[in-house]
Nanobody, 123 residues
Framework: QVQLVESGGGLVQAGGSLRLSCTASRRTFSRYVMGWFRQAPGQERELVAVISSGGSTYYADSVKGRFTISRDNAKITVYLQMNSLKPEDTAVYYC?????????????????WGQGTQVTVSS
């Protein structure tokens, strides 16, 4: 069983930055794709960013140019650097992993999820 724990959320003013971290329970983490998702109140969960086992990335259009996903396999941790934050970025952010090495954009294929961390961006 894989366990994922997110941290780094908080309250920030529009235009500010936050870095989210997600630490996995096993070092086999390095074989699998990792993704960040978010869910705002009353909204469906949406994909934010993905990083493959080899470091290839994918970003939602809404965050492209502002967010950066990265991973440190030695630390079994994936990061989401969020810059130029907007109020519409407010959501609970979740990290997740899927049993594939490559970029996966379908949330239904992710089988392990973290507990989420709240990001609130004030205007």
């Amino acid at each position: 069983q894989v366990q994922l724990v997110e941290s780094g959320g908080g309250l920030v003013q529009a235009g500010g930055s936050l870095r989210l971290s997600c630490t996995a329970s096993r070092r086999t983490f390095s074989r699998y794709v990792m993704g960040w998702f978010r869910q705002a109140p009353g909204q469906e969960r949406e994909l934010v960013a993905v990083i493959s086992s080899g470091g290839s990335t994918y970003y939602a259009d809404s965050v492209k140019g502002r967010f950066t996903i990265s991973r440190d396999n030695a630390k079994i941790t994936v990061y989401l650097q969020m810059n130029s934050l907007k109020p519409e970025d407010t959501a609970v952010y979740y990290c997740a992993t899927a049993p594939f090495p490559g970029v996966i954009t379908d949330s239904r294929l992710y089988d392990y999820w973290g507990q989420g961390t709240q990001v609130t961006v004030s205007s």
